[in-house]
């Protein structure tokens, strides 16, 4: 059972170069998450989604745009790079919301912008 | 504004040596509490949740309670493989969106 799988797990970009990241999940879960991690600031919601086919805006939106075509799968796209999109990107999801519910984590994706 | 922070930013302790990790959050409508772990290069893995005042939680060496404002992780009699993250976020919505705290770095000496 993979859990939930991030692909790649290291990029490095140039300035206005565009690219996606891949999150699949195998365990049935309706919500998943994209969060980024910057040294000091703790993982911050970037884009999330409660169903397929429905995306919503997190904290820190601007610069991405994101996809649920299937349940499994939600994709997070930078269509042009900046430095201050360097840091590291999780994934994750959960079942929805009832008690004892917490979120699974993918194992990150470290994106250098230069 | 909702608000969540982590205290101290770095926790340095010898094996055996006893210790809590303090969140302290502002806002409103908790709908639940969690701590998570985070071991370099990977993903943050869940440890607890707690949902209301009162309520503690205990995991081997590591027990989490909670406070009206505040949760603390003890950690107890902790072991060189307790050096990690220790993340603390909360949930205010009913789409399970996490905030987090910036985390309490954790390195056990032998």
């Known amino acids: 059972n993979a859990g939930v799988t991030q692909t790649p797990k290291f990029r490095v970009l140039k300035t206005g170069q565009s690219m996606t990241l891949l999150c699949a999940q195998d365990m049935n879960h309706e919500y998943m998450y994209w969060y980024r991690q910057d040294p000091g600031m703790g993982l911050r919601l970037i884009h999330y989604?409660?169903?397929?086919?429905?995306?919503a805006k997190g904290e820190v939106p601007d610069g991405y745009n994101v996809s649920r075509l299937k349940k499994q799968n939600f994709l997070l796209g930078l269509e042009s790079a900046a430095p201050s999109q360097t840091s590291v990107y999780f994934c994750?999801?959960?079942?929805?919301?009832?008690?004892?519910?917490?979120?699974?984590f993918g194992q990150g994706t470290r994106l250098t912008v230069v | 504004e909702d608000q969540v922070t982590q205290s101290p930013e770095a926790l340095r302790l010898q094996e055996g040596e006893s210790s809590s990790l303090n969140c302290s959050y502002t806002?409103?409508?908790?709908?639940?509490l969690f701590w998570y772990r985070q071991d370099p290069g990977k993903g943050p893995e869940f440890l607890f949740t707690?949902?209301?005042a009162g309520e503690e939680k205990e995991k081997e060496r590591l027990k989490a309670t909670l406070t009206k404002k505040e949760s603390f992780l003890h950690i107890t009699a902790p072991k060189p493989e307790d050096s990690a993250t220790y993340l603390c976020?909360?949930?205010?919505?009913?789409?399970?969106?996490?905030?987090f705290g910036a985390g309490t770095q954790v390195v056990v000496t032998p």
């Open positions: 707690l949902y209301s």
């Open positions: 806002v409103s409508g908790l709908r639940g």
């Open positions: 994750a999801s959960s079942p929805p919301q009832t008690m004892n519910t917490e979120a699974f």
């Open positions: 989604s409660v169903g397929e086919g429905t995306t």
């Open positions: 976020a909360v949930v205010t919505d009913s789409w399970g969106k996490l905030q």
